[in-house]
C-alpha cells in the first residue's frame, strides 16, 4: 500500500499491443482555477506525451496536475472505465492508498499539538494486549515504521484470501492479529522496515483517544476545513462514489492472479474490494486536485502547529537522498527536493509530491497494475513532471524511461498492494 518494497517491479516477459481502438485518444485539459490561464503553458505538451506514453503503453489511463507556483495544468489520458468507455477527466477520483498515512499522521500531530496524545506514548498505554511488546513500541515509532511490527500486507494467506474473497470485511484487530503471528522485524527503535500494521495500530489509538472513529477525525479535521469535495474514507461500500477512475488489471498480468482478478487474459477491472482491508494504512479516496490542496495546506503550515510540522519532517534516513518522517518522505531528485507520499492499492497508483513550502507539487493517478512497460513509461511522467514543478528541463538523465528507472534519478515508488505477486 505504499513504498514497502523500495524496489522496481519487473515481471521479465513482453507486453501485449494494445490495439488504436482499445483506448480512445487522450483528453487533455486545462484547469479554470485563478491561478491558472486560459492558454497553454510550456511544457503542457511535453506532460501530454509523456501520459500518452503511459497509455500507449498498455495502461487504461492517467490523470495528472502539476503547479509550478504561479501555473497550474490538468491533464489526462486514456478512459476512466474501459465498459462502456468513459473518458478520462483531471478531476476524476481513484483510490489514493498510502497517501492516507499522511492524513492520519496529519491528525495524529494535530492531537499531540493539543495536548492529548505523545509521540513518546506507548501502544500498551492506549491499546492494552494489542501488541506482544507494545510496552515497547512509541507512537513515534509506529508512524515512522521503525517500530519492527510485522507488514500484515506481506502475510502471503492474507493476499492469497485478499484476492478470492476482495468484499470480506475485516476488523482492524484482525489485520493486526495477522501481524501478531509473525516475529517482530527486529526490535522497536533498531531499524526500519516499512509496515502497514504500524498505522492500523495508529488508527485504533485515535478512536481510543477521541472516542471517534478514524473517518468522523479525518472527516471533521481535514477534509472539511479544507472543503476536500472529493475526498472520502469509505468504511463499509466497497464502491468509489461519484465519477472516478476504474482500476484494471492488465493482461500482461492476468495469468498472474486467480479469478475473479485474473485468469481471463483481458483488462479485469479489479476496483471494488472492501476498504477494511487497508483502513488507515490506505483507504483514503481523492483526486489530483483535493491531494494538491491537502499537501499545500499542510506543508505551509494550515494544518499542524510549527514543533508538530517540524516532527513530521524529522527524517529516518534511508539512503542519502531518500528519508521517511512522519506519514511523509522526503527525496532528493534530479530537478530538487520532493516532499510527499506515494500509495498503491490493488489497480491503482497515487503519486504526490511537493516542494518543501508546499506552493509548488505535482499529483499523478494511475489506475492500471504496473507491467514492464507501464512502469517504465509512468517513470517518464514522474521525472518530466517533478521537473515542471521546479521549473526546470528534465536531465538528459532522467528523460528515458530506462533512465527514469535508475537507482538515484527517481525516488523508490510503490507498484501496488499486489506489486510482490508479479515481482
Not at 479554470?32 to 505538451?45: K, L
Not at 474473497?165 to 527486529?186: D, S
Not at 516532499?339 to 489506475?367: K, Q
Amino acid at each position: 500500500m505504499s513504498i514497502h518494497s523500495l524496489r522496481r517491479r519487473t515481471i521479465g516477459r513482453g507486453v501485449a499491443a494494445v490495439t488504436a481502438g482499445l483506448l480512445a485518444a487522450a483528453v487533455p485539459t486545462l484547469t479554470a482555477a485563478p491561478d491558472a490561464v486560459a492558454a497553454p503553458q510550456p511544457g503542457t505538451e511535453e506532460l501530454q506525451a509523456a501520459l500518452d506514453g503511459v497509455v500507449a503503453a498498455g495502461a487504461t489511463g492517467i490523470s495528472l496536475r502539476v503547479d509550478d507556483g504561479h501555473h497550474t495544468i490538468r491533464l489526462a489520458s486514456g478512459a476512466a472505465r474501459l465498459d462502456p468507455r468513459v473518458a478520462m477527466r483531471p478531476d476524476a477520483r481513484l483510490r489514493v492508498g498510502s497517501i492516507t498515512k499522511t492524513f492520519v499522521s496529519t491528525v495524529t500531530l494535530q492531537l499531540v499539538g493539543e495536548g492529548r496524545l505523545s509521540l513518546d506514548d506507548t501502544v500498551e498505554r492506549w491499546q492494552p494486549g494489542l501488541i506482544p511488546n507494545g510496552a515497547d513500541i512509541t507512537v513515534r515509532q509506529l508512524l515512522n515504521h521503525t517500530s519492527g511490527i510485522f507488514n500484515y500486507t506481506d502475510d502471503e494467506a492474507f493476499i492469497q484470501s485478499l484476492l478470492a474473497h476482495p468484499l470480506r470485511a475485516h476488523t482492524a484487530h484482525e489485520l493486526v492479529a495477522v501481524a501478531t503471528a509473525h516475529p517482530p522485524v527486529f526490535a522497536p527503535g533498531t531499524s526500519w522496515s516499512y509496515s502497514n500494521t504500524n498505522y492500523i495500530v495508529v488508527g485504533l489509538i485515535l478512536e481510543r483517544v477521541t472516542h471517534q472513529s478514524v473517518s468522523s477525525l479525518l472527516r471533521q479535521r481535514i477534509i472539511r476545513p479544507l472543503r476536500l469535495h472529493d475526498t472520502v474514507y469509505p468504511t463499509r461500500s466497497p464502491n468509489i462514489p461519484g465519477y472516478h477512475a476504474h482500476g484494471y488489471l492488465p493482461p500482461t498480468l492476468s495469468d498472474l492472479f486467480p479469478p475473479p482478478w485474473g485468469g481471463q487474459d483481458r483488462y479485469v477491472d479489479i476496483s471494488r474490494f472492501s476498504p477494511t482491508v487497508t483502513g488507515a494504512a490506505g483507504a483514503l479516496i481523492s483526486n489530483p486536485d483535493d491531494l494538491r490542496r491537502f499537501y499545500r495546506a499542510l506543508l505551509s503550515g494550515r494544518l499542524l502547529r510549527p514543533a508538530q510540522l517540524a516532527e513530521m519532517k524529522t527524517m529516518v534516513e534511508l539512503a542519502p537522498e531518500f528519508g521517511y518522517g512522519l506519514g511523509l518522505y522526503t527525496a532528493e531528485t534530479p530537478c530538487g527536493r520532493i516532499w510527499g507520499h506515494d500509495g498503491g492499492v490493488p489497480g491503482y497508483t497515487t503519486i504526490a509530491w511537493n516542494d518543501e513550502s508546499g506552493r509548488r507539487g505535482m499529483v499523478v493517478g494511475l489506475p492500471t497494475e504496473q507491467d514492464e512497460a507501464i512502469a517504465a513509461a509512468f517513470d517518464t511522467v514522474l521525472a518530466t513532471a517533478v521537473c515542471r514543478v521546479f521549473g526546470r528541463p528534465v536531465p538528459s538523465a532522467a528523460a528515458g524511461a530506462t533512465a527514469a528507472a535508475g537507482v538515484g534519478v527517481l525516488p523508490p515508488v510503490d507498484r501496488g498492494l499486489l506489486a510482490a505477486r508479479a515481482g
